[in-house]
């Protein structure tokens, strides 16, 4: 089976999937189609990488709102400008300190429109001025298992909506 076929499978198993109309039969296929689309994703992003620190995650650009509650500071509000399966990036007017924890509600997109807001703890995992702004990532701090599918659906999504304007 060639790219283009896995890809017409996979993403009809997909949209059964976000809908809940998936067979039992499928699913395994689901499952293993997934795994097999995430797994060359993040090698085809990590050979942009020349002797860099390789990902783990599968990461996308994906602009999103973001609520941030910082333990010990002022809520943030903002828009994402990277997403992963472990974390997402930010550009804020200042920078936090690595390691600095606190809350968030990040709104994902609902099927049939709308958001569908996952929240849960989050770690500064790096802070970096880019340009007049800092560039935050932040690491899921035990996302649960319910909002880490919702995540990984918007990955998907994103990723599928890609492949589908590169036609």
């Known amino acids: 089976m060639g790219t283009t076929e896995f890809l017409a499978e996979f993403r009809a198993l997909h949209e059964k999937a976000k809908n809940g109309t998936l067979t039992p039969a499928e699913r395994p296929r689901y499952e293993t189609a997934r795994s097999q689309l995430s797994r060359m994703l993040v090698i085809a992003q990590q050979l942009g990488h020349g002797g860099q620190t390789l990902r783990a995650n599968l990461r996308m650009a994906k602009m999103l709102k973001v609520?941030?509650?910082?333990?010990?500071?002022?809520?943030?509000?903002?828009?994402?400008?990277?997403?992963?399966?472990g974390g997402f990036a930010v550009l804020l007017p200042n920078g936090l300190r690595v390691g600095k924890r606190g809350a968030f509600?990040?709104?994902?997109?609902?099927?049939?429109?709308?958001?569908?807001?996952?929240?849960?703890?989050?770690v500064v995992a790096s802070s970096r001025p880019?340009?007049?702004?800092?560039r935050v990532s932040f690491h899921f701090d035990d996302l649960d298992a319910r909002a880490a599918?919702?995540?990984?659906?918007?990955?998907i999504d994103?990723?599928?909506e890609r492949f589908a304007n590169k036609k």
């Open 130 to 134: 880019q340009t007049s702004l800092f």
């Open 149 to 155: 599918e919702q995540l990984d659906m918007t990955l």
């Open 67 to 85: 609520e941030l509650r910082p333990d010990d500071g002022e809520p943030i509000r903002g828009s994402t400008i990277d997403l992963a399966s």
């Open 158 to 160: 994103a990723v599928l």
């Open 105 to 122: 509600t990040l709104h994902l997109p609902a099927t049939g429109g709308g958001t569908s807001p996952i929240s849960g703890r989050v």
